[in-house]
């Protein structure tokens, strides 16, 4: 098959392709290398990927409408991933209309092309941020999300709920896919696992937002992206999906098991909890366990050590 993956370097994305050349399709990806972290990151992501001939690059946005026309009239595709987003709560409060633009009209211009050139498939990347500060948990895909509080999560759900417009109007085969703080090797550097792990090997302060009771269902980069892998295989009509570990752990949980991984004590740096964060994620995963066959393996235990290992091993080699 042959798929376009939009934000293809990031890091789901860029492990993503990974697995769809593993598995002998061909992939165009679209990235956009802006500048809300280093690009020079996201090109050592797919640096091995540009050398196979299945695997096109294109460095463009999906904001650029002559740029997608043409796209798509060159090409033919089997399905899209649409992973291309800005991502992150706390900088969506400081950049609203940034997030609303690439997120909400960057998804309608891929649906519009979808429908235009007939594509059977499109797998969306959404958040557990949609569910916000839900009382009822593990979170299920039929609880209401009309209550987000970052414009991240309102994005996220505009997205969900413009794709099912498409299906219903145009039948175009939909699953959106909620993802639980997803960490591993190639994770962005300002989420919590990378950013503590760096801190803490560096013997600098650890922000350390609330009592640390707060909770995260983290999720291993295999796991998700095995879930992705299904979540194509399966796309017929309209279906959303929790990828989750199903398992939450509290921050000060999580601090002490980087600290055993890194080998060193972390610096607390004592802070109020922030505008946006959510108090606890925790997702039910029945649904895509029953449908897609999604069955993640990787215990937040493991998953912390692999990447330990990983940020070590990364280090070395840029010194």
Known sequence: MHYLVTGGAGFIGSHLCSRLIKDEHSLTCIDDFNDYYSPKVKHQNIASL????????????????????????????????????????RPSIQQPRLYQKVNVEGTVNLLEMAVRHQIPKFIMAST??????????????NDPVDHPISPYAATKKACELISHTYFAIYHLPVTCLRFFTVYG?????????????????????VPFFGDGTTKRDYTYIDDII??????????????????????TIELRALIRLIEKAVGKKAILNKMPLQPGDVFKTYADIARAKEEIGYNPQVSIEKGVERFVSWYNRQTEENE
């Open 226 to 247: 095995d879930g992705v892998v299904k979540a194509i295989e399966c796309c017929r009509g309209y279906h959303i999906y929790n990828l989750g570990e199903s398992q």
């Open 50 to 89: 540009k050398k196979n001939a299945h695997f096109q690059l294109i460095e463009g946005d999906i904001l650029d409408w002559p740029l997608l026309k043409r796209l798509f009239q060159e090409q033919s595709f089997d399905g899209i991933v649409h992973l291309a987003a800005r991502a992150g709560v």
């Open 128 to 141: 557990s941020s949609v569910y916000g500060n839900n009382k009822k948990v593990p979170f299920h895909e």
């Open 185 to 205: 090797p190639r994770q962005r550097p300002d989420m919590a696992i990378h950013k503590f792990t760096r801190l803490i090997e560096a013997g600098e302060p």
